[in-house]
């Protein structure tokens, strides 16, 4: 009777359970290979109820029953692993128990071989034993299988599982020398004294060879393999390309996880608040001219324009947007901005000395609407990324009421092109924060408006037809969420 062993590495929990503690454990569905092997059905319900009872004398079983059924197909988690491609079980009951908030998943295959010598059939029980939040294959071994074995094996299985948990929850009684290579040695000798031990309890004659195993990988020989073998593909079952396949394989993350990763922000709503610096063209300049008679003190001459001209701003917006493609969504804006004003009206009298009369200041504020696009590439999977946004909103700055003497001017707009360049940090799958950096451009409008009625001032005010650009710095956070998804199984 043999076994053979890939064991994980035992180093690298991060808080994991103590091995006093019950573990949570979920017992997966058995598989039958080959697929469709015909077989007397009671044989794997018995050995996987034989399973669950002692899993269950000992620590804390998670039902399968728990496990949320697959939306698309409505099937649940018995079919899912009845399905599980060969040699992806692994990776289906790491699915399962993710899905289940299972820190632990054991399972296993039960294969039907032929004999080279006699011809004759005989079983072959696969154990896995699934480290879920360490997303790691602790063991996996194999022992030809037969009925009157099988309480055996299944304590066997449980023991070993004793084990596995003692090494990796108190790394500290493994540590030799301190060092990794250290650790991975006394890893071993724990491992093999524990097969010595099984192997007195049970009478199990036990050959056993320790070694690390590394993830698998799936590469284009595994894509071939998959393609020669009977029935649809692992790709074709999750409605994926072949290479969105390898990148999902590859990613060691859930379907439902890489699913979501992979679509970045399509079919998202997307909100942000903004808030920030800016310079440009949102300050305002009003100077006006009246000049009257020296004999009967009428008008005569009066000049006056509005201007709009550079100054510092505080400026916040809301962002309503939604995703196009994974890595664009369009949105809405609404800007708010500070702004000021500062008035220059002179009353002169012809032939008289000029008295200058004080600036005045205006503070006051406004409402931009706009639209934006914003791009996000490097979204698969990235927690930070950058982005770089191009926009349009229009700018009205504030009209100047008339007076007794000056006219009311109307105010300076203005359509603005906007570049920008930031990142975002996701923070979870729906908040993340955002930063960006922007340059504003005027497109076009009415930088200014004149008046000019009558004549006799020698040097009347006028605009200084500068068209400065703009630029701002803007902090805020983002959140997502899901409007539209498309149905995959």
Do not use: K
């Given at each position: 009777?043999?076994?053979?062993?890939?064991?994980?590495?035992?180093?690298?929990?991060?808080?994991?359970?103590?091995?006093?503690?019950?573990?949570?454990?979920?017992?997966?569905?058995?598989?039958?290979?080959?697929?469709?092997?015909?077989?007397?059905?009671?044989?794997?319900?018995?050995?996987?109820?034989?399973?669950?009872?002692?899993?269950?004398?000992?620590?804390?079983?998670?039902?399968?029953?728990?496990?949320?059924?697959?939306?698309?197909?409505?099937?649940?988690?018995?079919?899912?692993?009845?399905?599980?491609?060969?040699?992806?079980?692994?990776?289906?009951?790491?699915?399962?128990g993710q899905r289940v908030g299972a820190p632990w998943a054991v399972g296993g295959t039960l294969e039907r071989r032929t004999d080279s010598f006699d011809g004759s059939t005989f079983d072959v029980f696969e154990v896995v034993l699934i480290d879920v939040e360490r997303s790691v294959e602790v063991a996996r071994f194999t022992v030809d299988w037969t009925p009157s074995d099988q309480a055996s094996i299944v304590e066997g299985v449980v023991q070993l599982f004793d084990e596995l948990r003692m090494g990796t929850s108190d790394p500290e009684d493994l540590r030799e020398d301190g060092s990794p290579a250290g650790l991975d040695e006394a890893g071993k000798a724990r491992i093999a004294d524990s097969l010595r031990r099984l192997e007195d309890a049970y009478g199990i004659a036990i050959k056993a060879e320790v070694t690390v195993r590394e993830p698998e990988k799936v590469t284009r020989s595994s894509l071939d393999a998959f393609r020669r073998s009977e029935g649809p593909t692992p790709w074709s079952r999750l409605d994926m390309s072949e290479s969105e396949y390898v990148r999902f394989a590859n990613s060691g993350q859930d379907v439902g996880t890489w699913r979501r990763a992979a679509k970045g922000r399509q079919g998202q709503l997307l909100v942000r608040l903004l808030a920030g610096t800016s310079t440009g063209p949102w300050h305002q300049n009003v100077e006006g001219e009246l000049l009257r008679s020296g004999f009967d003190l009428q008008a005569v001459h009066t000049v006056q324009y509005v201007e709009?001209?550079?100054?510092?701003?505080?400026?916040?917006?809301?962002?309503?947007?939604?995703?196009?493609?994974?890595?664009?969504?369009?949105?809405?804006?609404?800007t708010r901005r500070s702004g000021r004003a500062t008035v220059v009206r002179d009353e002169d009298v012809k032939g008289q000395a000029a008295?200058?009369?004080?600036?005045?200041?205006?503070?006051?504020?406004?409402?931009?609407?706009?639209?934006?696009?914003?791009?996000?590439?490097?979204?698969?999977h990235q927690v930070a990324r950058p982005v770089f946004i191009a926009g349009v909103?229009?700018?009205?700055?504030?009209?100047?009421?008339?007076?007794?003497?000056?006219?009311?001017?109307?105010a300076p707009r203005l359509v603005v092109g906007e570049l920008q360049v930031g990142g975002e940090v996701d923070t979870s799958s729906s908040f993340g924060l955002t930063a960006r950096l922007g340059l504003d451009v005027p497109l076009s409008g009415q930088w200014f408006a004149v008046t000019n009625d009558g004549a006799g001032i020698e040097s009347p005010p006028q605009p200084t037809l500068e068209r400065p650009l703009g630029w701002s710095l803007q902090l805020g956070v983002q959140v997502r969420a899901a409007l539209i998804g498309r149905r995959r199984p």
């Open positions: 009777m043999a076994w053979w062993w890939w064991l994980a590495p035992l180093a690298g929990a991060a808080e994991p359970e103590t091995a006093e503690e019950p573990a949570r454990v979920l017992v997966t569905t058995l598989q039958r290979l080959p697929p469709g092997e015909s077989a007397d059905a009671e044989i794997l319900t018995d050995l996987e109820q034989a399973l669950r009872n002692a899993f269950d004398e000992r620590h804390t079983l998670v039902s399968l029953e728990d496990v949320p059924p697959f939306r698309v197909h409505g099937y649940g988690p018995e079919l899912y692993m009845e399905s599980c491609p060969p040699g992806r079980y692994s990776g289906c009951a790491y699915v399962l709009a001209i550079r100054g510092g701003s505080a400026v916040g917006g809301v962002e309503l947007g939604f995703g196009v493609l994974p890595f664009l969504d369009v949105s809405g804006i609404v008295i200058p009369t004080d600036p005045e200041t205006i503070q006051f504020g406004t409402t931009q609407w706009g639209a934006r696009v914003t791009a996000a590439p490097l979204w698969l909103y229009g700018w009205r700055g504030r009209s100047v009421p008339g007076t007794v003497s000056f006219p009311s001017l109307e």
